[in-house]
């Protein structure tokens, strides 16, 4: 109430931040006054002007912090290179301040240009994918102070049609006077095409390079020049897997990207949300096929689901019968209740959960079920309920879990197949065990753990194979398209080509279908689409749909949302929901109303949740001879045409819940925008489970002004209402005995499904901030060893610097691991070691067999260092020499770079599979009251230090075993271990790797 009362008074903060930038507006006016009598030279003048002003207030700091990297990246002294390091950081700080407040005060005049340039380019044509149109845009009010909030580095949401497109120009044409990048990311290639060659007309004409990602090949020069660019318009698919690309290369002219300065992100929302919950990932062939164990279990869990289909059937049949009987109905309730944790999607049960008092029935025995699991066993009256099913669905958690009589089933021979040992347990034991010897101690760990691998391999097998036939839906959650199972994103309904479910789930969905189960893969390089984002300095975004997940914007990418007033105000009509019992009722008054409008002419956009709903009303409106398009993830290269059409007269388009986002759908001219109804009529067949994605949906009509409505008809049956809906708001239907196709509305309803949707959106929030914490892990770790990586692509002193502290790292351990159980001097094994150092890294070292040159760990150490120092020196100058002898000037620092990269990359790779394994099994230390959060992080920890301690040993052994030969001039060889990658020619002359060097495109998975 108060805070209405303020509302009226002050204004939302929106609009108080709306008349805070009104100055800055009028300025850029002024501004633009006086560039109208410049003439067109002057004017494409300006760009250059602006940027000696920038390198006049920077060239300065700029100057003197590359002098500083340069300095750094030839210091061979570490201390020294502490002291650059930090200077640099403090440089770079201040570096960054004087650019963005040469941006502040360019801001006015650079916008007023833009603007200027806007108009002097109307009428003019040009060429949009192929297609001829002519310049028709000159920024308005409203869409500078869109342009000012994205360069502010926020998200402007603004209403479809309201020209975002065309706003993007202001804040990157004054970005990209820096010259250090500005990055568009798109939610398809074709927005990427599109809009790189529509808005590159007005950027060309002010003297910026325009380059788009997806009219060039991967890791191809093409794709370097792109990135060059002052402006580069990509997907986020394509930024993040360059990245990891980026470091998988083994030169640096071989890296794409630059600096990562500025990003603007079209569609915010269905990219930092929406796709953030699946990881980019580059992987490759374990080197072993899965598909003969998800053959072999698929048949079982597939019968098993057939079995289970009857007992929820028997359920139903004797559930219906107890129902008729006022006694008996507690017991009917029980056997429905039953039915729904077997199969709840059960069309017979759905129609019965509609009669009457019956889903009321059902939520009752719930409630006492829920109350009874928390009573101590013996008091439990309800334990035996799930005893009758084979397995039972957590719709809303979206699990599913073996009953006894299923793991019964699935295992006769082997009853404690499902049963996992407690492998510390076992460990303790043999550990404990004083009668094994050393050997024979590890031997039993090896037969414990071997046996463990196998049971947990059948489990999750299963697992997974149960989750696919129970959980996942055809032309639902999937589609299958020339023998291959392709993911549907349930938000925006696009097919996901490349992408596959991780953790054996997209295998088990192939063994399910009876197509091809790939083998299983590796991961080599992964990374979300949040940690790739956090990377830019600046970030902003646009949407017509963020106000509702500004929260989440806030707390993971530190973006405040900014709601930017409409050009001409809103008229579209947003009608009251329309509630069916039954989705049979619900499809027919949808059709209904489709043939209404249809008779007066409206153009008519549908919008579904899934492809199965959307052929399901193709058919019907086909049966009564109404002329459509449908537009799902089985069409979605026809996606832009389709909706560009979907306003014309007569117009019916059926659309699976987003697609053609980025397009405007504009009214045909011979529309009748006068009558009562007018304009795009919009019809949602269900409220999906984000109120963000319904209010994608409305904003699809009333563009700039246009008439236009919106309605969206529900029933009982669909899965937010069935899910989520109220025991109170079933009961208030039982009690008004609603008829069959009669339609239900009302403020309660409503105001249930949006507390619905808000409960689900915190849900999904949740879930979507757990997965970033466990990457946030890996991303830590990630930045450590890529740091190391391009270390050693860029060479100098400062490679030579990070080798020798490998070395001298691996060396202490290697001395400190062996005498590990000596207590005191006498039993230092002195020979021992010399042998053992002796056969690792070719270190013979005299002085730690003496005594009294060494009496003490500590002398050992520094002795074995020393040694271990010269003998890399003396490995760098017979490099040297070998380089004179076949004109290779840096050949000591060529082959330093390739010996780091390949022992980098090999045991990276290695540490990224068993990530994947130690994240699919800690959620079972919830089961022992541990949170996997903690115990993943401090496991991946532990799992780090091993890695960097397996680093430095395999480095130093392959650096100080190195043989070098030349046995001809014309064929340069090098005896060292280098990737497999298939030969390329080289573009370096003095290379000594052509073939490790180049390495083939590599296509994400």
């Not at 006016?29 to 004017?43: F, G, I, N, P």
């Not at 986020?236 to 890296?255: A, P, S």
């Not at 953030?276 to 098993?304: C, K």
Request: with cysteine.
């Amino acid at each position: 109430m108060i805070k209405n009362s303020l509302t009226k008074v002050f204004g939302t903060r929106f609009q108080r931040e709306v008349k805070r930038l009104q100055p800055v507006i009028a300025e850029i006016k002024r501004h633009e006054e006086r560039l109208a009598q410049v003439s067109e030279e002057e004017l494409t003048g300006q760009t250059a002007r602006f940027r000696a002003r920038l390198t006049e207030l920077t060239g300065e700091t700029l100057g003197e912090l590359e002098r500083v990297r340069a300095a750094k990246h030839d210091c061979p002294d570490p201390d020294e290179r502490d002291r650059l390091e930090q200077q640099a950081q403090s440089l770079e700080t201040t570096y960054k301040k004087q650019v963005a407040e040469g941006l502040t005060e360019l801001l006015p005049e650079a916008f007023a240009t833009v603007r200027e340039a806007c108009r002097r380019l109307l009428d003019t044509s040009l060429v949009v994918t192929g297609r001829e149109m002519t310049w028709d845009m000159v920024p308005y009010d409203v869409q500078l102070i869109g342009g000012i909030v994205l360069h502010q580095g926020k998200i402007a949401e603004m209403a479809t049609g309201e020209g975002k497109t065309l706003v993007a120009t202001l804040p990157i044409y004054l970005n990209a006077l820096t010259g250090r990048g500005v990055h568009l990311v798109t939610v398809n290639n074709y927005l990427a095409r599109r809009d790189s060659q529509w808005m590159g007309h007005l950027y060309t004409y002010l003297g910026l390079t325009v380059g788009c990602l997806d009219d060039t090949e991967p890791s191809s020069p093409e794709r370097r020049a792109a990135y060059l660019c002052d402006v580069t318009y990509g997907t986020n698919n394509e930024f993040g897997f360059d990245y990891l690309r980026d470091n998988m290369v083994y030169r640096t002219d071989q890296r794409v990207q630059r600096e990562y300065i500025y990003a603007i992100i079209d569609e915010v929302d269905s990219i930092l949300i929406d796709e953030a919950r699946t990881p980019l990932i580059i992987s490759g062939p374990v080197g072993h096929e899965e598909s003969e164990n998800f053959a072999v279990y698929n048949r079982q869990v597939a019968d098993l689901v057939r079995k289970q289909t009857a007992v929820v059937n028997t359920l139903l049949a004797e559930g219906e019968k107890l129902l008729a009987d006022e006694e008996t109905r507690q017991e009917a309730a029980l056997k429905l209740y039953q039915a729904q944790l077997g199969m709840p999607k059960n069309k017979r049960l759905l129609k019965k959960l509609n009669e009457t008092g019956v889903k009321q029935l059902v939520q009752k025995m719930e409630l006492e079920a829920i109350a009874d699991r928390k009573l101590p066993a013996r008091q439990q009256r309800m334990r035996d309920l799930e005893d009758i099913l084979y397995f039972v669905l957590d719709e809303k958690g979206h699990s599913v879990h073996l009953t006894d009589r299923g793991a019964e089933t699935l295992s006769p021979d082997d009853p404690a197949l499902f049963l996992v040992p407690d492998i510390s347990e076992a460990i303790h034991a043999i550990e404990a065990d004083s009668d094994l010897t050393p050997t024979e101690q590890r031997k039993a760990r090896q037969e414990i753990e071997a046996q463990y691998a196998v049971k947990s391999e059948k489990l999750h097998t299963i697992h997974k194979l149960l989750q696919a036939h129970a959980l996942y839906e055809k032309d639902v959650d999937y589609l299958v398209q020339e023998g291959q199972v392709v993911i549907v994103d349930e938000f925006t309904g696009r097919v996901m080509v490349g992408r596959r479910w991780a953790d054996g789930l997209h295998q088990a969905v192939e063994a399910k279908e009876s197509v091809q189960v790939k083998g299983e893969t590796q991961t080599l390089a992964t990374v979300t689409i949040q940690n790739y984002f956090r990377m830019y300095e600046k970030l902003a975004g646009m949407t017509g749909t963020a106000e509702t997940e500004e929260t989440e914007f806030y707390s993971i990418y530190g973006l405040d949302v900014m709601v930017i007033p409409t050009h001409r105000p809103v008229t579209r009509r947003d009608e009251s929901d329309r509630i069916y019992k039954t989705r049979r009722e619900k499809n027919n008054a949808i059709i209904d109303e489709v043939e209404r409008l249809h008779e007066q002419g409206l153009p008519i956009l549908i919008g579904t949740v899934n492809v199965d709903v959307s052929e399901t009303l193709s058919r019907q409106l086909k049966r009564r001879g109404i002329r459509h398009e449908v537009l799902n993830a089985k069409y979605h290269q026809r996606e832009a045409e389709i909706v560009a059409n979907a306003g014309q007269q007569n117009a019916v388009t059926i659309a699976t819940n987003m697609a053609g986002r980025g397009t405007d759908i504009k009214l045909g001219a011979d529309l009748d925008l006068t009558s009562e109804e007018a304009g795009l009529q919009i019809i949602g067949t269900e409220r999906h489970e984000s109120r963000r994605i319904d209010r994608q949906l409305r904003g699809r009509s009333g563009r700039q002004g246009d008439p236009g409505a919106t309605v969206f008809f529900l029933s009982l049956e669909d899965d937010l209402m069935r899910l989520f809906i109220s025991e109170r708001i079933a009961r208030w239907m039982d009690k008004s005995g609603v008829e069959e196709g009669e339609v239900i509305t009302g403020r309660l309803v409503t105001r249930s499904i949006e507390q619905a949707q808000k409960r689900v959106e915190l849900q999904n929030f949740q879930t979507r901030k757990r997965l970033l914490e466990y990457d946030d892990v890996m991303n830590q770790q990630r930045e450590v060893v890529y740091a190391l990586r391009l270390g050693a692509l860029e060479r100098g002193e400062e490679l030579k610097a990070e080798g020798r502290r490998m070395l001298q790292a691996a060396l202490e351990q290697s001395v400190l691991s062996y005498l590990s159980d000596a207590t005191r001097p006498e039993e230092y094994d002195r020979g021992g070691l010399q042998d053992a150092l002796t056969l690792q890294y070719l270190l013979p070292v005299d002085a730690i067999v003496d005594g009294d040159a060494t009496p003490e760990i500590e002398q050992m150490v520094d002795a074995v260092q020393d040694e271990g120092e010269a003998a890399f020196q003396r490995k760098l100058s017979y490099l040297t020499e070998f380089g004179e002898t076949v004109g290779a000037s840096d050949a000591d620092l060529q082959i330093l770079s390739q010996v780091m990269l390949s022992v980098l990359d090999e045991k990276w790779k290695d540490h990224l599979y068993d990530l994947d394994q130690l994240r699919n099994a800690i959620q079972y230390r919830a089961y022992g009251q541990r949170d996997p959060l903690i115990e993943y992080k401090r496991e991946a920890f532990e799992m780090f230090e091993d890695l960097m301690r397996d680093i430095h040993s395999t480095f130093t052994e392959r650096f100080l075993k190195i043989q070098v030969t030349a046995p001809h001039p014309a064929a340069r060889q090098v005896s060292i271990p280098t990737p497999a990658a298939p030969p390329a020619p080289s573009d370096a002359a003095d290379d000594l790797f052509p073939g490790a060097a180049r390495k083939a495109p590599i296509a994400p998975a």
